[in-house]
């Protein structure tokens, strides 16, 4: 029997450094994966951390997934520590499936590390015509701000441009920009996010804060216009400052309860994103009914509706050829606000394609406001100037 100071020496000598040792890591040499239909790759997987003899035996790995039958199965396999071992990724059918190591020793660090995300796609052709038909949704959505931009200029007039479309506009996409540049570029924040979803992607790229970043300089110049030239007797409404006061009052309290640590600063950011859905589903009311209630679309560029309905449906068209190509139609119906956004801006942007064309079309305003409402402010005024000349000459004797 031990004496007490010799089991002392075993608990530290022996003990001990299993607990106080370096992490032991599984890590896969892919974290994301994009296969044909019968296509494989390999992977490899192996681990780091500490060199204790007491995980010299061989350690075996269970794959499992979620999402069967996109793979072909997996055997189990062993590793010992320092070594590594390779398994093969066979694609049987269209879909999304995360296939993850798990070792039989729980010490062992897997979750965020030892796994692999595994899109399988029907078609490459029909992958390549998603991505060139993601970027040109892009573009026709960053250039519909210009149209805009240009015909105030042109006129040197902002009336016809609804002030509350373009209140509700402005901070709908300096939230959006806080969203993304939270997660794209605050390493704190990215963090909290992989915390909750460790074998997640960070759902912000760089052209989604390029976006956020560029509409909202366009917004800025766009009032700046309505600034220095001529607006008529056009101001935000009441019900549209109620509206951004309590934005404002619910953010602000927001903002206070994260500071305070109630409240994650990456739930903050996704209460900014959930502001951005709910103005994205109410700013356009303001200006078609404004131009319902001039009977005219003068001062309303139809060149941005066109370029952000090419846009909208596009993206649409984007998400139909991904869902097919990837056999994955709940990332449709399955997540129905994103999808359900675009329809609603489409639906929007074809009632402004037919005030335009249709029911307003040519149509001067009904409802003077104060200011040159006209197309074109100087042809207008020279016809007036002719016609009064014409009436005021002397008749010829008959």
Request: with cysteine; net charge negative.
């Amino acid at each position: 029997m031990f004496s007490w100071h010799y089991r002392i020496f075993f608990l530290f000598g022996y003990i001990l450094p299993f607990c106080v040792g370096d992490e032991i890591v599984l890590h896969s040499s892919e974290q994301s994966a994009n296969l044909l239909l019968d296509q494989s790759q390999d992977v490899t997987f192996y681990l780091t951390g500490s060199q204790d003899d007491g995980l010299s035996d061989a350690i075996t790995l269970y794959f499992q997934d979620d999402n069967n039958g996109i793979l072909k199965p997996i055997d189990n396999t062993t590793i010992n520590q320092g070594g590594n071992v390779t398994v093969t990724l066979t694609a049987v059918k269209a879909g999304h499936v995360i296939v993850t190591a798990v070792p039989s020793i729980k010490n062992i660090s897997f979750e965020s590390t030892a796994f692999v995300r595994v899109d399988v796609m029907k078609s490459k052709a029909i992958d390549t015509f998603s991505t060139v038909v993601g970027w040109v949704y892009f573009v026709a959505w960053s250039i519909s701000f210009y149209p805009q931009i240009i015909e105030n200029f042109r006129r040197k007039s902002v009336i016809g441009l609804n002030f509350d479309f373009l209140a509700l506009n402005v901070v709908g996409f300096s939230l959006y920009g806080c969203f993304n540049i939270g997660l794209f570029w605050i390493p704190s924040i990215q963090d909290e996010y992989f915390e909750n979803h460790p074998q997640g992607v960070n759902p912000v790229q760089a052209n989604d804060v390029f976006f956020a970043i560029h509409a909202v300089f366009a917004c800025i110049i766009t009032i700046i216009q309505c600034k220095l030239y001529q607006k008529g007797s056009q101001r935000v409404s009441r019900i549209c400052l109620g509206i951004l006061g309590g934005i404002f009052i619910f953010l602000v309290i927001s903002l206070i309860c994260s500071a305070a640590n109630a409240l994650s600063w990456l739930d903050f950011l996704y209460f900014c994103s959930y502001v951005k859905l709910g103005i994205t589903l109410i700013k356009y009311m303001p200006q078609a009914f404004m131009n319902y209630r001039r009977k005219s679309t003068v001062g309303w560029s139809i060149g941005n509706i066109l370029l952000d309905f090419t846009g909208g449906a596009l993206s649409i068209l984007q998400m139909l050829l991904i869902s097919y190509n990837n056999d994955d139609w709940a990332s449709i119906f399955g997540d129905p606000t994103k999808f359900g956004l675009g329809f609603f801006s489409i639906l929007f942007d074809i009632l402004f394609i037919v005030q335009h064309y249709c029911l307003y079309r040519g149509n001067l305003p009904h409802q003077e406001l104060e200011g040159h409402n006209r197309k074109d402010s100087e042809d207008s005024e020279d016809s007036a100037a002719s016609a009064r000349n014409h009436q005021h000459s002397p008749q010829p004797d008959v």
